[in-house]
């Protein structure tokens, strides 16, 4: 079956412009995670959804933010872009309500956004 | 706060031998934790992972060590190959929090 997708694949933006990124989960997975990742720091944890809930929140500011449609698709928004804010954003998405339990998570290959 | 570290960011292991990627974590209230690899212009994929009341996890080529009284965990990739070059994150977890991932340790195994 078709893995997660993530679109788009690459984007460059301006500082103080917004964007929006798209993932699509695997077919039947309804829980999805967004992460940033950055050179040194790893996969830093923005937020997950369940059923068009927010479930958990990482430490980000408020300029992220997500959504989750009622097919399960998902969007994350980062307005006001900053140059830090330059980062893989990835997508995954699993059929456990969360992560709870050590829920295999399936990731798509990302978004890689540039601030200039 | 970083609660689940890498401390090495590469690691460079000549092909047939064993590779070992270390992993350290604060919170002791963490009862799972996972490894996933992660090629260039690909997402992460999950590798292995185990939980806390064990204390080893094997699967073919890899195998997890959990040692909870130095908060420590490791995955030995015996032998290596070539293809194994990747980036290697661990993660932790607990109750319905989300995962803590690591900053990640780069794997080059040598022909």
């Known amino acids: 079956k078709a893995g997660v997708t993530q679109t788009p694949r690459y984007l460059i933006k301006t500082r103080g412009q917004q964007v929006t990124l798209s993932c699509s989960p695997i077919s039947g997975h309804r829980s999805v995670s967004w992460y940033q990742q950055t050179p040194g720091q790893g996969l830093q944890f923005l937020f997950e959804?369940?059923?068009?809930?927010?479930?958990n929140k990482g430490n980000f500011p408020g300029r992220f933010s997500g959504r989750q449609f009622s097919n399960s698709r998902s969007e994350m928004n980062v307005s006001t872009l900053e140059l830090g804010d330059s980062a893989l954003y990835l997508c995954?998405?699993?059929?456990?309500?969360?992560?709870?339990?050590?829920?295999?998570?399936?990731f798509g290959p990302g978004t890689r956004l540039t601030v200039t | 706060d970083q609660q689940v570290k890498q401390n090495s960011p590469s690691l460079s292991v000549q092909e047939g031998r064993i590779s070992i990627l270390n992993c350290d974590y604060t919170?002791?209230?963490?009862?799972?934790f996972l490894w996933y690899k992660k090629y260039p212009a690909e997402g992460p994929t999950f590798l292995i992972s185990?939980?806390?009341?064990?204390d080893k996890n094997e699967d073919g080529r890899f195998t997890v060590f959990l040692n909870k009284s130095a908060k420590h965990l490791s995955l030995h990739i015996v032998p290596s190959q070539p293809g194994d070059s990747a980036v290697y994150f661990c993660a932790a977890g607990t109750g319905r929090r989300a995962l803590t991932f690591g900053s990640g340790t780069r794997l080059q195994v040598q022909p």
């Open positions: 919170n002791s209230m963490f009862d799972y």
């Open positions: 995954a998405s699993s059929l456990a309500i969360s992560t709870a339990g050590g829920g295999e998570q399936y």
């Open positions: 959804y369940f059923s068009e809930t927010q479930r």
């Open positions: 185990i939980s806390s009341i064990k």
